[in-house]
């Protein structure tokens, strides 16, 4: 079944590079979101795009998408210390279910 | 409330007794996700009710876990025997529109099984 799966895993930056995640899916889409997680809590929705936008713009959020290579890259610039947490891409199945990969855990350090 | 409402926020049960959580999703939403997230792993999707439709049990480890949704609001996911390996946090999401609208998420049950 449809299943995003993160790279890196991990990932450790200093405060103002930029971090780049990626995502890859197994099967067509309408659309991907990315989801936040910071430990210990729920997710939170950052960003959806669609299988017609090759890019969109969240504050410092940059997120890509080819569905030719059913990949998806989500690229936070000028990282703070607050971006410390995991990400997660979010491909839908057909039926709408939704299955999380592994995520990617990123550390700024200040 | 404005969004989605868990509880417990945490349980504590001794091996072998039946626990159960419960979801509240924000009014309307007419799909509601069950995923569990072991220490330090990615999301294990569980379950998904969608609307009327038969829900998506694919995800269930095993028959010990079963849930419901009542009335298409509140549900409960009900762990019987409990077994360490149980031992997680458990958390629910509700959205408008499945497969296109944002996920909103609780908090998260954690429980521990002694």
């Known amino acids: 079944s449809q299943q995003g799966e993160e790279d890196p895993q991990a990932l450790s930056i200093q405060e103002g590079e930029n971090a780049t995640m990626n995502c890859s899916y197994k099967?067509?889409?309408?659309?991907l979101q990315w989801y936040r997680q910071n430990s210990g809590r729920g997710l939170v929705h950052l960003i959806l795009?669609?299988?017609?936008?090759r890019e969109k713009h969240s504050g410092r959020l940059r997120v890509t998408l080819d569905t030719s290579k059913k990949s998806s890259s989500l690229l936070i610039t000028a990282s703070r210390a607050a971006d410390t947490a995991s990400y997660f891409c979010?491909?839908?199945?057909?039926?709408?279910?939704?299955?999380f990969g592994q995520g990617t855990t990123l550390q700024v350090k200040p | 409330g404005a969004g989605v409402s868990q509880s417990p926020s945490n349980k504590v049960t001794e091996k072998g007794k039946d626990v159960e959580l419960r979801c509240d999703p924000i009014?309307?939403?007419?799909?509601l996700y069950w995923y569990r997230q072991s220490l330090g792993q990615g999301l294990e999707f569980l379950i998904y009710?969608?609307?009327?439709?038969?829900?998506?049990k694919s995800g269930l480890p095993s028959d010990r876990f079963s849930a419901e949704r009542t009335g298409g609001s509140v549900s409960t996911l009900t762990i019987q025997r409990t077994q360490q390996e149980d031992s997680a946090v458990y958390l629910c999401?509700?959205?408008?529109?499945?497969?296109?609208?944002?996920?909103?998420f609780g908090e998260g049950s954690r429980l521990t099984v002694l």
């Open positions: 099967t067509s889409i309408n659309n």
């Open positions: 999401a509700s959205t408008i529109v499945p497969g296109t609208g944002e996920l909103f």
């Open positions: 795009i669609r299988s017609n936008e």
């Open positions: 009710f969608q609307g009327n439709s038969a829900p998506d």
């Open positions: 009014s309307g939403h007419t799909a």
């Open positions: 979010a491909p839908p199945g057909n039926t709408g279910k939704l299955i």
